[in-house]
């Protein structure tokens, strides 16, 4: 079975949500995962701002998605309901709403880190002068990872490099971010 996730605008006033298919071995949707609304899964995290799916990360017979702004995550299950063991109530902004998330990885312990950035001034304060790196690490069940930042956030300011674009996770478990430069 192929899953495929991804951002979808619907109609429902809402801007993009995020999506998740299921697809058999034959290349047909697999209409047995689903929300209870048709084949799929689509994932509203309840902003203003376009959540999408910039990861993916396979879990045995369960998937971690998460991507967009305010750096939602969550975990469905193989039936593709929410998985209500995964973080706060199975899904959940991991950041106050601000930044967006680029990349989601998962790490040789099966914690999962994202990456984006934030618009802030130079000095951290609100603002969009600078970019700001921003990093969330939680455990395998979406717990924030305690003594990695600020209660499993990170903010740091890039140098002029430009706009973030995304990450890979190293042999060695450091995480490679790359910029397009301006």
Same mark, same amino acid.
């Given at each position: 079975?192929?899953?495929?996730?991804?951002?979808?605008?619907? /109609? /429902?006033?809402?801007?993009?949500?995020?999506?998740?298919?299921?697809?058999?071995?034959?290349?047909?949707?697999?209409?047995?995962?689903?929300?209870g609304m048709g084949a799929g899964?689509?994932?509203?995290? /309840?902003?203003?701002?376009?959540?999408?799916?910039?990861?993916?990360?396979?879990?045995?017979?369960?998937?971690?998605?998460?991507?967009?702004?305010?750096?939602?995550?969550?975990?469905?299950?193989?039936?593709?309901?929410?998985?209500?063991?995964?973080?706060?109530?199975?899904?959940?902004?991991?950041?106050?709403? =601000?930044?967006?998330?680029?990349?989601?990885?998962?790490?040789?312990?099966?914690?999962?880190?994202?990456?984006?950035?934030?618009?802030?001034?130079?000095?951290?304060?609100?603002?969009?002068?600078?970019?700001?790196?921003?990093?969330?690490?939680?455990?395998?069940?979406?717990?924030?990872?305690?003594?990695?930042?600020?209660?499993?956030?990170?903010?740091?300011?890039?140098?002029?490099?430009g706009a973030l674009r995304g990450?890979?996770?190293? =042999?060695?478990?450091?995480?490679?971010?790359?910029?397009?430069?301006?």
């Amino acid at each position: 079975k192929l899953l495929v996730g991804g951002g979808v605008q619907n /109609g /429902g006033g809402r801007l993009e949500d995020i999506v998740l298919l299921r697809y058999d071995a034959l290349g047909a949707v697999d209409n047995t995962f689903t929300m209870g609304m048709g084949a799929g899964a689509v994932i509203d995290f /309840g902003f203003a701002n376009a959540e999408r799916a910039v990861g993916l990360v396979l879990q045995g017979d369960r998937a971690v998605v998460g991507g967009g702004y305010g750096f939602p995550l969550t975990r469905v299950l193989s039936s593709g309901q929410f998985d209500l063991t995964f973080g706060p109530n199975g899904t959940g902004r991991l950041t106050n709403g =601000a930044g967006a998330a680029r990349k989601l990885v998962a790490r040789a312990d099966g914690s999962l880190w994202m990456v984006g950035s934030i618009e802030l001034n130079r000095d951290g304060g609100p603002g969009t002068e600078a970019n700001w790196l921003k990093q969330v690490l939680v455990t395998a069940e979406g717990v924030p990872v305690p003594g990695f930042g600020n209660n499993g956030r990170r903010e740091e300011l890039i140098p002029e490099w430009g706009a973030l674009r995304g990450a890979a996770l190293q =042999a060695d478990g450091k995480l490679l971010v790359y910029f397009a430069f301006v």
